[in-house]
């Protein structure tokens, strides 16, 4: 079966009913957030930038934010037959990719971005049920709507699956 491929860029976001896989490439500090909808087989994938809108002097782009990012992509889902309570998410990404001499929480926009988008989550009473975050490497990942698993690809790392 062909699957549609839909490539998911810097601070946006997508989703779509199956047969699909949503992928972004390069997730450095940034948050991949994988949502999935295992009955309706609805994915959708946002490449979080920053963790809070309400700090940003331009918060036109929603999909750039978690805190926006996180309910468009909850709507788009439900709109293609998702039901809120049977959505699971999967979070990717949020690397610290440079060293600092002061390690000010400001800098550690990685940790920032993990830390929102979990508490975005939490406050729509979506479960998180895997992880990869952290670490000093960048990420590309794809997510797949037959079965929701969340393949990571990284220079270095090798490929996994959560």
Same mark, same amino acid.
């Given at each position: 079966?062909?699957?549609?491929?839909?490539?998911?860029?810097?601070?946006?976001?997508?989703?779509?009913?199956?047969?699909?896989?949503?992928?972004? =490439?390069?997730? $450095?500090?940034?948050?991949? #957030?994988?949502?999935?909808? !295992?009955?309706?087989?609805?994915? &959708?994938?946002?490449? /979080?930038?920053?963790?809070?809108?309400?700090?940003?002097?331009?918060?036109?782009?929603?999909?750039?934010?978690?805190?926006?990012?996180?309910?468009?992509?909850?709507?788009?889902?439900?709109?293609?037959?998702?039901?809120?309570?049977?959505?699971?998410?999967? =979070?990717?990404? $949020?690397?610290?990719?440079? #060293?600092?001499?002061?390690? !000010?929480?400001?800098?550690?926009? &990685?940790?920032?971005? /993990?830390?929102?988008?979990?508490?975005?989550?939490?406050?729509?009473?979506?479960?998180?049920?895997?992880?990869?975050?952290?670490?000093?490497?960048?990420?590309?990942?794809?997510?797949?709507?037959?079965?929701?698993?969340?393949?990571?690809?990284?220079?270095?790392?090798?490929?996994?699956?959560?």
């Amino acid at each position: 079966m062909d699957i549609e491929i839909i490539k998911v860029g810097m601070a946006d976001l997508n989703s779509s009913r199956h047969p699909c896989m949503i992928t972004t =490439l390069g997730l $450095g500090s940034c948050v991949g #957030v994988a949502l999935y909808d !295992s009955t309706a087989k609805v994915a &959708g994938l946002a490449h /979080v930038m920053l963790p809070s809108s309400e700090q940003a002097k331009n918060n036109s782009n929603i999909a750039k934010f978690a805190d926006t990012a996180i309910v468009k992509l909850v709507d788009d889902m439900i709109k293609l037959g998702a039901r809120k309570d049977r959505i699971v998410a999967k =979070l990717a990404g $949020g690397a610290q990719m440079f #060293v600092f001499n002061q390690s !000010s929480d400001l800098m550690r926009i &990685g940790y920032r971005n /993990v830390v929102a988008s979990k508490e975005k989550l939490k406050l729509l009473n979506i479960p998180i049920i895997s992880e990869d975050t952290g670490g000093n490497y960048g990420r590309t990942i794809e997510l797949y709507s037959d079965d929701g698993r969340l393949m990571i690809k990284t220079i270095g790392f090798g490929i996994k699956q959560i």
